[in-house]
Protein backbone atom coordinates (compact mmCIF):
# COMPACT_ATOMS: atom_id res chain seq x y z
CA UNK A 1 0.00 0.00 0.00
CA UNK A 2 1.30 3.45 -0.74
CA UNK A 3 1.43 5.94 2.13
CA UNK A 4 2.51 9.55 2.97
CA UNK A 5 4.02 10.89 5.88
CA UNK A 6 5.12 14.40 6.71
CA UNK A 7 6.33 14.03 10.06
CA UNK A 8 5.75 18.06 11.29
CA UNK A 9 2.34 19.35 12.06
CA UNK A 10 3.95 22.94 12.16
CA UNK A 11 6.96 24.94 10.62
CA UNK A 12 7.72 28.58 11.47
CA UNK A 13 10.65 30.07 9.69
CA UNK A 14 11.27 33.97 9.30
CA UNK A 15 10.68 36.07 6.17
CA UNK A 16 13.81 36.12 4.27
CA UNK A 17 15.05 32.63 5.40
CA UNK A 18 15.02 29.30 3.76
CA UNK A 19 12.02 26.62 4.40
CA UNK A 20 11.88 23.05 4.08
CA UNK A 21 8.67 21.32 4.37
CA UNK A 22 9.59 17.04 4.76
CA UNK A 23 7.58 14.69 3.10
CA UNK A 24 8.24 11.17 2.88
CA UNK A 25 6.58 8.44 0.96
CA UNK A 26 6.13 4.72 0.72
CA UNK A 27 5.31 2.74 -2.07
CA UNK A 28 5.91 -1.12 -4.27
CA UNK A 29 6.23 0.75 -7.35
CA UNK A 30 7.48 4.14 -8.75
CA UNK A 31 6.15 7.11 -7.31
CA UNK A 32 5.11 10.53 -8.84
CA UNK A 33 5.32 12.41 -5.68
CA UNK A 34 3.46 16.30 -5.66
CA UNK A 35 2.74 19.33 -3.12
CA UNK A 36 -0.28 21.12 -2.90
CA UNK A 37 -0.89 24.35 -0.84
CA UNK A 38 -4.30 24.94 0.53
CA UNK A 39 -4.71 28.55 2.11
CA UNK A 40 -7.89 29.23 4.94
CA UNK A 41 -10.86 28.62 3.22
CA UNK A 42 -9.67 27.53 -0.02
CA UNK A 43 -9.20 24.28 -1.85
CA UNK A 44 -6.04 22.69 -2.53
CA UNK A 45 -3.89 24.63 -5.37
CA UNK A 46 -1.27 22.55 -7.36
CA UNK A 47 2.07 23.92 -6.87
CA UNK A 48 4.61 20.88 -8.58
CA UNK A 49 5.00 17.31 -8.96
CA UNK A 50 7.73 14.25 -10.56
CA UNK A 51 6.79 12.28 -12.28
CA UNK A 52 10.02 11.63 -14.02
CA UNK A 53 13.35 12.62 -14.95
CA UNK A 54 15.51 15.31 -13.14
CA UNK A 55 14.58 14.86 -9.42
CA UNK A 56 14.58 18.76 -8.92
CA UNK A 57 11.36 19.90 -9.74
CA UNK A 58 10.47 24.12 -9.94
CA UNK A 59 6.90 24.82 -9.17
CA UNK A 60 5.03 27.97 -8.73
CA UNK A 61 5.38 30.94 -6.26
CA UNK A 62 9.39 29.94 -6.14
CA UNK A 63 8.82 26.73 -4.42
CA UNK A 64 11.03 23.42 -5.93
CA UNK A 65 11.47 20.32 -4.25
CA UNK A 66 13.80 17.11 -4.77
CA UNK A 67 13.15 13.89 -5.41
CA UNK A 68 15.74 11.48 -3.25
CA UNK A 69 14.59 7.94 -4.02
CA UNK A 70 17.21 6.02 -1.79
CA UNK A 71 15.88 8.58 1.10
CA UNK A 72 12.26 8.12 0.20
CA UNK A 73 11.61 11.65 0.22
CA UNK A 74 10.36 14.57 -1.37
CA UNK A 75 10.79 17.85 0.69
CA UNK A 76 9.28 20.92 -0.10
CA UNK A 77 11.68 24.02 -0.12
CA UNK A 78 11.69 27.47 -0.54
CA UNK A 79 15.48 29.73 -0.54
CA UNK A 80 13.32 32.85 0.83
CA UNK A 81 9.95 32.52 2.60
CA UNK A 82 7.28 35.26 2.36
CA UNK A 83 4.54 36.04 5.33
CA UNK A 84 2.02 35.33 2.20
CA UNK A 85 3.04 31.54 2.23
CA UNK A 86 1.74 30.89 5.64
CA UNK A 87 -0.56 28.34 4.48
CA UNK A 88 -1.27 24.47 4.91
CA UNK A 89 1.14 22.31 2.46
CA UNK A 90 -0.07 18.78 1.33
CA UNK A 91 2.29 15.91 0.01
CA UNK A 92 0.58 13.09 -2.76
CA UNK A 93 2.06 10.16 -3.43
CA UNK A 94 0.61 7.67 -6.47
CA UNK A 95 2.32 4.75 -6.72
CA UNK A 96 2.72 3.62 -10.28
CA UNK A 97 1.64 1.40 -11.51
CA UNK A 98 0.30 -0.81 -8.66
CA UNK A 99 -2.75 1.25 -6.73
CA UNK A 100 -4.53 2.26 -9.66
CA UNK A 101 -5.11 6.34 -9.97
CA UNK A 102 -5.71 6.62 -6.45
CA UNK A 103 -3.91 9.82 -5.06
CA UNK A 104 -2.92 9.59 -1.16
CA UNK A 105 -2.57 12.44 0.55
CA UNK A 106 -0.40 13.32 4.27
CA UNK A 107 -1.58 15.21 7.27
CA UNK A 108 -0.24 18.35 6.51
CA UNK A 109 1.90 20.44 7.74
CA UNK A 110 0.97 24.40 8.95
CA UNK A 111 3.76 26.76 7.79
CA UNK A 112 4.00 30.08 9.93
CA UNK A 113 6.13 32.69 8.20
CA UNK A 114 7.18 35.18 10.67
CA UNK A 115 7.93 38.97 9.54
CA UNK B 1 -9.60 29.34 -17.76
CA UNK B 2 -12.27 28.52 -15.40
CA UNK B 3 -11.56 26.44 -12.37
CA UNK B 4 -13.85 23.29 -10.99
CA UNK B 5 -17.02 25.39 -9.30
CA UNK B 6 -18.44 23.77 -6.31
CA UNK B 7 -21.49 24.29 -4.81
CA UNK B 8 -22.87 24.90 -1.92
CA UNK B 9 -19.99 26.70 0.05
CA UNK B 10 -21.37 25.69 3.47
CA UNK B 11 -24.16 23.82 4.54
CA UNK B 12 -24.99 22.97 8.20
CA UNK B 13 -27.66 19.61 8.78
CA UNK B 14 -29.29 18.00 11.26
CA UNK B 15 -27.90 13.87 11.45
CA UNK B 16 -30.11 11.86 9.95
CA UNK B 17 -30.90 14.10 6.89
CA UNK B 18 -29.68 14.47 3.46
CA UNK B 19 -27.65 16.64 1.50
CA UNK B 20 -26.48 16.64 -2.02
CA UNK B 21 -22.78 18.60 -3.36
CA UNK B 22 -22.62 19.68 -6.97
CA UNK B 23 -19.31 20.17 -8.92
CA UNK B 24 -18.77 21.01 -12.15
CA UNK B 25 -15.38 20.44 -13.62
CA UNK B 26 -12.56 22.20 -15.98
CA UNK B 27 -14.10 22.18 -19.44
CA UNK B 28 -12.34 19.34 -21.19
CA UNK B 29 -11.29 17.74 -18.07
CA UNK B 30 -12.49 13.53 -18.34
CA UNK B 31 -11.38 12.85 -14.74
CA UNK B 32 -13.37 13.49 -11.83
CA UNK B 33 -12.53 12.81 -8.05
CA UNK B 34 -14.68 13.43 -4.98
CA UNK B 35 -12.57 13.83 -1.55
CA UNK B 36 -13.56 13.75 2.03
CA UNK B 37 -11.12 15.96 4.13
CA UNK B 38 -11.81 16.02 7.83
CA UNK B 39 -10.47 19.08 10.04
CA UNK B 40 -6.55 18.16 10.82
CA UNK B 41 -6.48 15.79 8.12
CA UNK B 42 -5.55 15.20 4.06
CA UNK B 43 -8.12 14.39 1.61
CA UNK B 44 -9.33 11.08 1.44
CA UNK B 45 -10.82 9.89 -2.31
CA UNK B 46 -14.06 8.71 -2.03
CA UNK B 47 -15.02 8.28 -6.02
CA UNK B 48 -13.35 8.49 -9.35
CA UNK B 49 -14.94 8.99 -12.72
CA UNK B 50 -13.44 8.94 -15.95
CA UNK B 51 -16.17 10.47 -18.08
CA UNK B 52 -19.64 9.04 -16.88
CA UNK B 53 -17.81 5.51 -15.63
CA UNK B 54 -17.03 4.92 -11.55
CA UNK B 55 -12.79 4.36 -12.09
CA UNK B 56 -12.59 3.44 -7.87
CA UNK B 57 -15.48 3.61 -5.42
CA UNK B 58 -13.50 1.38 -3.01
CA UNK B 59 -13.26 4.14 -0.03
CA UNK B 60 -16.92 5.58 -0.27
CA UNK B 61 -19.47 4.48 2.31
CA UNK B 62 -22.01 3.05 0.08
CA UNK B 63 -24.72 2.71 2.91
CA UNK B 64 -25.05 6.14 3.05
CA UNK B 65 -22.94 7.72 0.19
CA UNK B 66 -23.98 7.80 -3.62
CA UNK B 67 -22.09 9.91 -6.30
CA UNK B 68 -23.23 10.34 -10.34
CA UNK B 69 -21.92 11.66 -13.35
CA UNK B 70 -24.40 10.60 -15.86
CA UNK B 71 -23.19 12.81 -18.54
CA UNK B 72 -19.58 12.69 -17.96
CA UNK B 73 -19.60 16.53 -17.20
CA UNK B 74 -21.10 17.43 -13.40
CA UNK B 75 -21.31 15.63 -10.67
CA UNK B 76 -23.34 15.17 -7.47
CA UNK B 77 -22.36 13.56 -3.99
CA UNK B 78 -25.14 12.59 -1.92
CA UNK B 79 -25.25 11.28 2.04
CA UNK B 80 -28.17 9.60 3.39
CA UNK B 81 -29.05 10.03 6.31
CA UNK B 82 -26.08 12.11 7.46
CA UNK B 83 -23.90 11.17 10.55
CA UNK B 84 -22.00 13.32 13.14
CA UNK B 85 -18.83 11.97 11.84
CA UNK B 86 -19.52 13.04 8.28
CA UNK B 87 -19.05 16.64 8.84
CA UNK B 88 -15.97 17.40 6.97
CA UNK B 89 -14.69 19.58 3.40
CA UNK B 90 -16.17 17.53 0.62
CA UNK B 91 -13.34 18.36 -2.38
CA UNK B 92 -14.28 17.94 -6.01
CA UNK B 93 -11.29 18.07 -8.48
CA UNK B 94 -10.83 17.15 -12.03
CA UNK B 95 -7.79 16.45 -14.43
CA UNK B 96 -7.54 15.84 -18.29
CA UNK B 97 -7.00 12.66 -18.67
CA UNK B 98 -6.21 10.21 -15.97
CA UNK B 99 -3.37 9.05 -13.54
CA UNK B 100 -0.31 10.62 -14.96
CA UNK B 101 -2.29 14.32 -15.18
CA UNK B 102 -2.36 17.08 -11.92
CA UNK B 103 -5.56 17.14 -10.38
CA UNK B 104 -7.30 20.58 -10.15
CA UNK B 105 -9.04 21.42 -6.57
CA UNK B 106 -12.38 23.38 -6.61
CA UNK B 107 -13.15 25.56 -2.89
CA UNK B 108 -15.11 22.43 -1.32
CA UNK B 109 -18.06 22.19 0.74
CA UNK B 110 -17.91 22.75 4.34
CA UNK B 111 -20.58 20.20 5.69
CA UNK B 112 -21.60 20.83 9.16
CA UNK B 113 -23.73 17.66 10.66
CA UNK B 114 -25.59 18.93 14.00
Known amino acids: AQSVAQPEDQVNVAEGNPLTVKCTYSVSGNPYLFWYVQYPNRGLQFLLKYITGDNLVKGSYGFEAEFNKSQTSFHLKKPSALVSDSALYFC?????????????FGGGTRLMVKP | EAGVAQSPRYKIIEKRQSVAFWCNPISGHATLYWYQQILGQGPKLLIQ????????DSQLPKDRFSAERLKGVDSTLKIQPAKLEDSAVYLCASSFRDITDTQYFGPGTRLTVL
Open chain 2, 49 to 56: FQNNGVVD
Open chain 1, 92 to 104: AVRDMPNAGNMLT
